[in-house]
């Protein structure tokens, strides 16, 4: 197998970018563009030792799964990856990466992932659904403007201005952007070289009340005739704010700190369910609001309130969760790092009625242990107050400070919402060695005709393997249980730290200087007779490794279970 060969392959599986695979002489070859199924010609573009990438010639014979697809650009488009698939076949690959991710990142056994996972949330119709764009501005071959979207991992841009999952009103737009500027001399602004003013069109449309925010991010400090502009964008029906962002950077990063009005309002407004939000050009909010509806019903079911509970909302944007959640919580606190989306949650709970929730600027990292170091010292021995903790993080995941808090402050449920099931399965994984288990998994298609996939996994705490029940009667009398005795012996219970795996470890580290594998943790524990159910997983290691601790090692664990009263 070599570069330029041509070759015949038969595309058996799909990989996560969407790519079609199939084998040569059992040489595997990831193909852009062929479907599962699809019998294609292609030629060889890179060979690795093992594998290859090549590019689609031609599809000799079809796949039953192929589509036409509906914008003209889907293959150039780095936007979607999978137009050409049937949306029944796009969810199932939806449903086996998130599944896959946590079956081999997370960890979570096979046979539970049968029992947790719930059939994949699809739409109707997985077109025109987007609710925002950011469409980078710049000029063609001959030098007139165009706006588009990126080729695929590159920063050129394919003139359209008619995105198919986008809405409609974006055309026209775009298109009175281009005329204005065209007729104002208003140039485009120049990645490589660093000018020109205009260098994206931020769109927002609300679902419910077709409320439209056009902004315009700048290379510069002001727009000249954003009079004119807005006199003719405000014609547009819907049209509610005209905003530009100064973004004089050299960088990738779209959006500039800072918004300026140009007409109407800086926000807009739109409905989920019933709650009413506003919404800032540089707030994060959820771009499918048909399936937001459902993202947010799998996370609110998830988490199990009755109206009791404590609930926080870590990453909450504009607290958009959070306020679906304080309907049914006794409090809720929101933390998120953007100032303005903040700002945005406290007003959108004040529209809403909203007086259960209370909203924090910060890291989540630094906000939830600094909350809980301090409630520690304040309340010693009491359990910190979180009866469901929900994260909805970017891509990246949580920030391990976050997971090792969330885990000491015991919530009965953390329902982890994402939209990078890799990451997430990272972040289960580490919650499982923690002493919590996934009982519930579903996945929402946020995003048709694309790879990415949004998951929301509720985890529990593990409890201890066996529950006694016994039966008392409480009052006065024999056989009877008085009830001012339970409240004195309730009053006196201060539990204990939960000792994990990891304090054991960091403790071992730090006294003696080496790293010691939770398998010889979990050894010592059952030579010593302790229960292990904190960590379900390291009986599975123990299976497989099979590993042994040496007696210095084992010494030192039992130095760190004395240490921390275990034993
Ligand atoms: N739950 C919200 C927002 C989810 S997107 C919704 O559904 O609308 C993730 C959010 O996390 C963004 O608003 C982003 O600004 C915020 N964010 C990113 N890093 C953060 C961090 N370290 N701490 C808190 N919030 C963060």
């Given at each position: 197998m070599k570069k330029n060969d041509l070759v015949k392959v038969q595309i058996e599986d799909m990989g996560v970018g969407g790519e079609g695979i199939g084998k040569v002489d059992g040489f595997t070859l990831f193909i852009k563009d062929a479907v599962i199924g699809d019998m294609v010609e292609a030629r060889i573009m890179k060979v690795k030792k093992n594998y290859g990438y090549a590019r689609l010639i031609k599809v000799c014979r079809p796949s039953q799964h192929r589509m036409e697809p509906v914008c003209p650009y889907a293959r150039k488009c780095g936007g979607c990856q999978l137009q050409e698939l049937s949306y029944e076949k796009q969810l199932e690959f939806k449903e086996n990466k998130v599944r896959g991710n946590l079956l081999h990142i997370g960890g979570v056994p096979d046979e539970l992932l049968s029992r947790a996972m719930e059939p994949i949330a699809g739409m109707k119709y997985g077109f025109r659904y987007r609710n925002k764009a950011q469409f980078p501005v710049g000029v063609d071959k001959e030098g007139k403007l165009m706006t588009g979207f990126y080729a695929g991992r590159t920063h050129s841009i394919i003139s359209n201005t008619d995105c198919a999952v986008g809405v409609p009103v974006n055309k026209e737009i775009r298109e009175c952007i281009l005329d204005f500027m065209e007729e104002y001399g208003i140039r485009a602004y120049n990645e490589e070289q660093h000018n020109g003013l205009v260098r994206h069109i931020l769109t927002r449309c609300g679902f419910r009340t077709k409320e439209i925010m056009v902004c315009l991010v700048i290379n510069g400090e002001t727009l000249p005739y954003s009079e004119v502009l807005a006199e003719r964008l405000s014609q547009i029906r819907g049209m509610t704010s005209i905003t530009v962002s100064v973004n004089k950077e050299?960088?990738?990063?779209?959006?500039?700190p800072q918004i300026r009005p140009v007409w109407g309002q800086t926000y807009i407004t739109d409905f989920i369910g019933d709650v009413k939000y506003q919404i800032s050009p540089l707030s994060f909010y959820q771009v499918n609001p048909v399936q937001t509806e459902q993202l947010y019903g799998v996370a609110l079911e998830y988490a199990g309130l009755t109206g009791q509970e404590t609930v926080w909302d870590l990453y909450c944007g504009i607290g958009t969760i959070s306020l679906f959640l304080a309907r049914r919580a006794k409090w809720v606190y929101g933390v998120e790092i953007v100032p303005q989306a903040i700002h945005d949650a406290r007003e959108n709970a004040r529209i809403n009625g909203i007086k259960n929730a209370e909203f924090y600027t910060g890291r989540a990292e630094d906000v939830l242990p600094e909350y809980y170091r301090r409630y520690e010292k304040e309340h010693p021995g009491e359990k910190a107050y979180a009866d469901v903790i929900v994260v909805d993080p970017p891509r990246k995941g949580c920030d391990e400070t976050l997971l090792r808090t969330m885990a000491d402050m015991r919530p009965e449920r953390i329902v982890y919402v994402s939209c990078d099931s890799a990451t997430m399965a990272r972040d289960v994984k580490y919650l499982r060695e923690e002493g919590y288990e996934v009982e519930r998994v579903r996945a929402v298609d946020m995003f048709p005709q694309t790879v990415s996939v949004e998951t929301v996994v509720m985890l529990s705490h593990k409890k201890p393997d066996s529950v006694i029940n016994v039966k008392v009667e409480f009052g006065e009398g024999e056989g009877k249980v008085p009830l001012d005795n339970i409240a004195k012996r309730a009053a006196a219970y201060k539990p204990k730290e939960r000792v994990t795996y990891k304090m054991i470890k960091e403790y071992i580290e730090a006294k003696y200087g080496f790293k010691v594998h939770t398998a010889y943790i979990a050894e010592v524990k059952r030579e010593l007779g302790l229960p292990m159910y904190d960590a379900s997983n390291a009986e599975e290691e123990l299976k497989q490794l099979r590993k042994h601790p040496t007696a210095e090692k084992a010494e030192a664990i039992k130095d760190a279970l004395k240490h921390f009263e275990v034993i």
């Open positions: 050299k960088t990738n990063v779209i959006m500039g």
